[in-house]
């Protein structure tokens, strides 16, 4: 049974930092591109940022560039989302995602190429 939990989240304020963990198992780690998303009250989940199944390459959308690092663990079934800066319209649920790919090097950004989600980590950014 494939299980993703997310950890992290929190209240934080304006212009400050908060780093998301997603913890799997379940699955061959290695095997799957790793994402993220959010999704805040009344909109459609959007992507923020990927990561290939060598955490070679990582992709992000334009509106955290420069702000946000994603990184994964493979020995340890981890990915991480770093989110400096964070603007108060970020505020959301954030999910983590896991899309078997054979491409080593892949960085989906479309929900449906994910097979697996977690539950989400809320975060809160009080202005």
């Known amino acids: 049974q494939v299980q993703l939990v997310e950890s992290g989240g929190g209240l934080v304020q304006a212009g400050g930092s908060l780093r998301l963990s997603c913890a799997a198992s379940g699955l061959t780690f290695s095997n799957y591109a790793m994402g993220w998303f959010r999704q805040a009250p009344g909109k459609s989940r959007e992507f923020v940022a990927a990561?290939?199944?060598?955490?070679?390459?990582?992709v992000y959308a334009d509106s955290v560039k420069g702000r946000f690092t994603v990184s994964r663990d493979n020995a340890k079934n981890t990915v991480i989302l770093q989110m400096n800066s964070l603007k108060p319209e970020e505020a959301a649920f954030y999910y983590c995602?896991?899309?078997?790919?054979?491409?080593?090097?892949?960085?989906?950004?479309?929900?449906?190429?994910?097979?697996?989600w977690g539950q989400g980590t809320q975060v809160t950014v009080s202005s």
């Open positions: 995602a896991a899309g078997l790919h054979s491409n080593y090097y892949y960085t989906p950004k479309l929900r449906g190429e994910y097979g697996y």
């Open positions: 990561i290939s199944r060598s955490g070679a390459i990582d």
